[in-house]
């Protein structure tokens, strides 16, 4: 089993910086690929970027690219989200989430079995 509990949300104003951490126990964390998901009121969960187990591989949705980084850190047992340029539309709710494996076919939920309780991410206008 893994747990997952994620750090770092809050208000921030628009063009602002947050970086969110996901700090994972159970499971050898360099066994599995990580990532973040998003969920806004009324919206779907979305994949945000995700990482494979060596932090070699990288995914962005076409909506962050350019302005979030996902990045790992094997010994700390913990994945990072850096979210710069920060827009109202990326208020959300935010999630972390452990894969099946190491690698990722492709980045739906149902690839991620593990998740975290979520943290909220603000963006004022």
């Known amino acids: 089993q893994v747990q997952l509990v994620e750090s770092g949300g809050g208000l921030v104003q628009a063009g602002g910086s947050l970086r969110l951490s996901c700090a994972a126990s159970?499971?050898?964390?360099?066994?599995?690929?990580m990532g973040w998901f998003r969920q806004a009121p009324g919206k779907e969960r979305d994949v945000v970027a995700a990482?494979?187990?060596?932090?070699?591989?990288?995914y962005y949705a076409d909506s962050v690219k350019g302005r979030f980084t996902i990045s790992r850190d094997n010994a700390k047992n913990t994945v990072y989200l850096q979210m710069n340029s920060l827009k109202p539309e990326d208020t959300a709710v935010y999630y972390c989430?452990?894969?099946?494996?190491?690698?990722?076919?492709?980045?739906?939920?149902?690839?991620?079995?593990?998740w975290g309780q979520g943290t909220q991410v603000t963006v004022s206008s």
């Open positions: 989430a452990g894969g099946r494996g190491p690698f990722l076919s492709d980045y739906g939920m149902d690839q991620f079995p593990y």
């Open positions: 159970g499971r050898t964390f360099g066994s599995y690929a």
């Open positions: 990482i494979n187990w060596s932090g070699g591989s990288t």
